[in-house]
């Protein structure tokens, strides 16, 4: 297991490469959550995430001839990143195996910072073998994504960050997916703060350590598609398992409509974007998952914000249907001159703004001189839609 001393010396290692992130308290957020709530801000990183400190931490620790054979490692995309930069500051050789399904944002960041990319499985664990075989057959050297001291000692400078930040910390909620964040994390202020409490958190879709805790063992669970890809993993680290199972208070599992609105109340409230892996330890908070933390000083690390722009277009659309600030309702009017104009008029007295409208003549559901009406509406909110169909119905029109 590694040590506090262990992350000490990956700190004077890495600290003049990496970016002390910045750990924010959040007044709007706090408020919302009942504690006062600090975000430690590792989407920031250069790369987008924190997973260049663990990674930085490795390369820096290799031999010259090691880091002339190049580097490898799976990753469903910030790792890769992470492995990428850290070869491009050295010198060195990056190759990537990344899952079919990571999002292209990731895929090109790496591309970017100079590794070359082999796609490979529809997810981490496939991934996984293949960068296996390849460094075999090429005497690459492996950077694990979680499962290695040097790496897991590289993110637990996180940890000495946070008690530097925010010194009087009660509760440190986390993401969890191989168990490497939590468990550099954990070590850090447990040597230090014993009586802070560690609350990691996973998808409802994989929740592969907080399984692995409940039967005692490190095991292999089915692979699932999550919003929270970066966490996507089915069988957690060997080292990681005895550390998360000695410090770790709690895990927290969160669901994916729950961790899309998290994404969406921290771009709109916090001005910051997180991916999903990113997000779901403010999900938990927000969704009230876990206990006593009301007046607590509480961090929430937001590990990265590698998402794809078309999957966070899709989160805004749909968190502001869920809200009720977008609306799509269809209206049954005559078909006759006016009749659009005049149900036009009823939304715009609510205050309402039409972004799209369609008209159709469904022979099954409209009579003869009538037409079918599909608006979809800017709108106050849900609280108002029953002023808004009111308003509409009252102009003698039917919303169906």
């Not at 529809?122 to 073998?129: L, P, R, T, V």
């Not at 996973?202 to 890809?229: F, H, N, S, W, Y």
Request: hydrophobic share 45%; glycine share 10%.
């Amino acid at each position: 297991m590694i040590t506090l001393a262990d992350i000490e010396t990956a700190r004077r290692r890495i600290r003049d490469r990496v970016y002390l992130s910045p750990c924010a308290c959040t007044e709007t957020l706090s408020r919302m959550t009942g504690c006062r709530l600090f975000l430690k801000l590792e989407n920031l990183q250069m790369t987008g995430s924190f997973k260049e400190r663990g990674a930085l931490n490795k390369m820096l620790s290799l031999t010259e001839a090691q880091r002339a054979a190049g580097a490898i490692a799976a990753s469903a995309g910030n790792h890769a990143q992470g492995v990428a930069r850290a070869a491009q500051m050295l010198g060195s050789k990056a190759i990537i195996v990344m899952p079919e399904t990571t999002p292209l944002a990731k895929i090109r960041g790496a591309q970017e910072l100079g590794a070359e990319i082999v796609l490979y499985g529809s997810g981490y664990d496939e991934a996984f073998s293949k960068a296996q075989e390849l460094q075999q057959e090429h005497g690459y050297t492996f950077i694990h994504a979680f499962d290695d001291p040097l790496v897991i000692a590289g993110q637990g400078t996180i940890g000495l960050e946070l008690l530097e930040q925010a010194p009087d910390l009660d509760v440190v909620i986390v993401p969890i997916g191989g168990g490497g964040l939590i468990t550099g994390i954990a070590t850090a202020i447990k040597a230090q703060r014993p009586e802070v409490r560690l609350i990691g958190v996973e998808t409802a879709r994989l929740p592969a350590m907080k399984t692995c805790l409940e039967i005692g063992q490190v095991q292999t669970l089915p692979a699932a598609k999550t919003l929270a890809d970066g966490i996507s993993v089915a069988r957690v680290g060997e080292q990681t398992f005895p550390i998360v199972r000695q410090y770790v208070e709690a895990i927290a599992t969160v669901s994916e409509e729950e961790i899309a609105n998290a994404i969406l109340i921290l771009l709109e409230r916090e001005k910051t974007l997180v991916e999903g892996a990113g997000a779901v330890g403010f999900a938990a908070l927000y969704q009230r998952k876990i206990a006593g933390i009301e007046g607590k000083n509480v961090v929430v690390v937001l590990s990265g914000g590698n998402i794809d722009m078309t999957l966070l277009s899709r989160i805004i659309e749909r968190g502001l249907e869920i809200d009720g600030r977008l609306a799509r309702i269809r209206v049954i009017v005559p078909d006759m001159p006016g009749s659009i104009a005049k149900l036009a008029a009823a939304v715009a007295s609510q205050r309402a703004n039409i972004f799209d409208l369609s008209q159709s003549r469904p022979v099954s559901d409209v009579q003869l001189g009538q037409v079918e009406v599909e608006l979809l509406l800017e709108t106050r909110g849900g609280a108002y839609m029953r002023e808004l169909i009111d308003a509409i119905q009252a102009t003698g029109f039917t919303v169906i």
